[in-house]
C-alpha cells in the first residue's frame, strides 16, 4: 500500500477454507489500512470514519499501518464468493484503495 491509493496486488485469489497471512508494507508517507469485510460493511464503516476521522480502531479484520511500517493480517476465507478490502481512513476509499479475494 502505498499513497496512490492502491493495494498491490488489488485482485487475490484463495481456495476456499484457506487461510492466508497477509504481509503488508506502507511504503507510503501518510497511514493506512486494510479492513476485509463485504463491501456493504466496509461502506457502512467508511462513513463512519467520516464522522470520526481521528478514532482509533482496531478489530481482528484490519490492520492500521504508520509510514514505513510492515504488518500482517490472518484471515481464514471459508466460503466461495468475493470478499473486499479496503482502506477506510477518510477519502482513501473514495479515491481508489480497495481491493477483492476471490474465494472458489
Known amino acids: 500500500m502505498d499513497d496512490t491509493m492502491r493495494f498491490t496486488p488489488s485482485d487475490i485469489q484463495v481456495n476456499a477454507g484457506e487461510t492466508v497471512r497477509f504481509f503488508i508494507k506502507n511504503t507510503g508517507k501518510i497511514p493506512h489500512e486494510m479492513v476485509i469485510g463485504s463491501i456493504a460493511d ?42 473486499d478490502f479496503a482502506c477506510l481512513i ?15
Do not use: R
Not at 500482517?72 to 464468493?81: E, M, P, R
Open 42 to 83: 466496509l461502506k457502512a464503516h467508511a462513513a463512519e470514519m467520516q464522522k470520526m476521522p481521528g478514532m482509533q480502531h482496531a478489530e481482528p479484520n484490519m490492520i492500521t499501518l504508520a509510514p514505513g511500517k510492515i504488518g500482517g493480517l490472518v484471515w481464514q476465507f471459508d466460503q466461495a464468493g468475493t470478499v
Open 90 to 104: 477518510p477519502g482513501h476509499m473514495e479515491a481508489g484503495m480497495v481491493g477483492k479475494v476471490k474465494v472458489s
